[in-house]
């Protein structure tokens, strides 16, 4: 047997395996560079794909309206949020990052902040990685 038949009978399970963890499947990060976004910048109505809206506002609440999100860990639902809550941003080497809470469910997870070209984006991860969901992005108002 040649050694490139070997290599193919090792790399082909492999592969397999890595499909069947869903190591292949994590979404690429969206376009754009990491951004600092001041606490009155951040705070305006971003839009998602679908329509949905979070109003971060002035005083650290939030208002969501069918908005996706990072799904809930104690059921695995990934359904769009609605409701009030609270927000706070937090600046770092890889941007801002801001933090909502929804307070239905005290249930907290962070979005990433992006700039590419004129447009500002929050985004974050549905559920784990691995698992291949689409991501939720939310793209501000152009000021």
Do not use: N, Q
């Amino acid at each position: 047997m040649s050694r490139s038949c070997r290599s193919l009978l090792v790399l082909v399970p492999l592969a397999l395996s890595l499909v069947s963890c869903g190591r292949f499947a994590v979404p690429p990060v969206p376009g754009g560079e990491p951004v600092l976004l001041s606490p009155s910048r951040a705070a305006t109505t971003w839009t998602d794909a679908e329509g949905g809206t979070l109003e971060l506002k002035a005083d650290g609440t939030t208002a969501a309206h069918h908005v996706c999100s990072d799904f809930d860990i104690v059921d695995g639902t990934a359904e769009p949020r609605s409701g009030p809550g609270t927000w706070e941003s937090e600046d770092g080497e890889e941007g801002t990052r801001v933090h909502v809470s929804f307070g239905t469910d005290d249930e907290s997870f962070a979005y990433e902040a992006l700039r590419k070209g004129g447009t500002l984006k929050l985004w974050t991860y549905v559920g784990d990685p691995d698992e291949g969901r689409p991501l939720c992005i939310l793209t501000a108002p152009a000021r």
